[in-house]
């Protein structure tokens, strides 16, 4: 039949043009690698669990956010008033 048209297929596009890269799977490792590094090693150094080693239940977690949001909020509302 001649008028009849191929359907496009992505899943055949991205799996051939993966399969030819050169340059490209050397950069890929290497955002691989660079998203392992910040996600597993630095995170937990500039993201300790704070609320999580000042306090036992959820209950007192929310009181102290809840807190800190009020407080903060009257804090800026003061600066602006001055």
């Known amino acids: 039949m001649e008028g009849e048209t191929q359907k496009f297929n992505f899943y055949s596009m991205f799996r051939d043009g993966f399969r030819n890269m ?11 690698i660079k998203l392992i590094i910040m996600f597993l090693i630095l995170r937990p150094f500039f993201f300790p669990n704070f609320l999580g080693s000042k306090f036992d239940d959820s209950e007192d977690k929310a009181d102290y956010v809840r807190q800190q949001l009020i407080e903060r909020t009257e804090s800026e509302s003061e600066d602006k008033r001055n």
């Open 22 to 32: 050169t340059l490209g799977k050397t950069l890929w490792i290497l955002v691989i």
